[in-house]
Nanobody, 123 residues
Framework: VQLQASGGGLVQAGGSLRLSCEASEGTFNTYSIGWFRQNPGKERELLAAISWNGDSTRYGDSVKGRFTISRDNAKNTAYLQMNNLKPEDTAVYYC?????????????????WGQGTQVTVSS
């Protein structure tokens, strides 16, 4: 499956953005989805993950209570709603799909990656 992440941009601290992750094929509903971010020289960080049907979600501690992951299988699209953004949220954001249909926080479980979208939060 090919994934296309979009929705990044420049926002002021305290603002919001919604990222989208659109899949290229109709088997989207057989994958769980994760959102990650990465800065140069740092490890890729899991932010949020959602099961194939949206019933289960997990969040990283750094974004819990501020970010919300969701999906619309009819549109082959997953979302990451990001509220109360902080300058430390600045990074390249990636979505990824895992053949583990249940929610997974293990990065090596993710098989397919989108190209990344830049999020910059100014102070």
């Amino acid at each position: 499956v090919q994934l296309q992440a979009s929705g990044g941009g420049l926002v002021q601290a305290g603002g919001s953005l919604r990222l989208s992750c659109e899949a290229s094929e109709g088997t989207f509903n057989t994958y769980s989805i994760g959102w990650f971010r990465q800065n140069p020289g740092k490890e890729r960080e899991l932010l949020a993950a959602i099961s194939w049907n949206g019933d289960s979600t997990r969040y990283g501690d750094s974004v819990k209570g501020r970010f919300t992951i969701s999906r619309d299988n009819a549109k082959n699209t997953a979302y990451l709603q990001m509220n109360n953004l902080k300058p430390e949220d600045t990074a390249v954001y990636y979505c990824a799909a895992s053949r583990w249909m249940s929610v997974t926080t293990v990065i090596r479980h993710y098989d397919y990656w989108g190209q990344g979208t830049q999020v910059t939060v100014s102070s």
